[in-house]
C-alpha cells in the first residue's frame, strides 16, 4: 500500500464556541468512514473525494491537497472562488 499525505484547509467566517474551526477529529471520522474499495485510487480522484465527503458533512470546505511526494500533489479547492 502506498502511503500519501493530505493537506485539508477549513475556511469559516468566524470560530466555534471552543475557539476552533473545525475539531480534527471530526474530519477523520468523516473521511475514514467514506473510504471505499471502489475508489480510482489516482492522487487526483482522492484529493476530490477527501473534498467532496467534508463538504457533505457540513464541514467547510477550502481545499485539499493530497502529497504523492514532497514535490508532486494533486488539489481540489471550493469552485466558488474561481478555482479548480
Known amino acids: 500500500m502506498e502511503r500519501r499525505q493530505v493537506t485539508k484547509v477549513i475556511d469559516a467566517a468566524r470560530l466555534d ?3 476552533m474551526v473545525v ?3 471530526r474530519i477523520g471520522e468523516v473521511v475514514g468512514a467514506r473510504v471505499t474499495d471502489d ?3 489516482t ?3 482522492i484529493a ?3 473534498w467532496l465527503a467534508g463538504r457533505e458533512a457540513g464541514l467547510p470546505p477550502g481545499a485539499v491537497r493530497l ?3 514532497s514535490p508532486s500533489h ?3 479547492r471550493d ?3 474561481g478555482e479548480r
Request: charged share 30%.
Open 48 to 50: 476530490r473525494f477527501v
Open 39 to 41: 475508489l480510482e485510487p
Open 67 to 69: 502529497w504523492e511526494t
Open 79 to 81: 469552485q466558488a472562488r
Open 74 to 76: 494533486a488539489s481540489c
Open 17 to 19: 464556541d471552543m475557539g
Open 23 to 25: 475539531d480534527f477529529t
Open 43 to 45: 492522487a487526483d480522484n
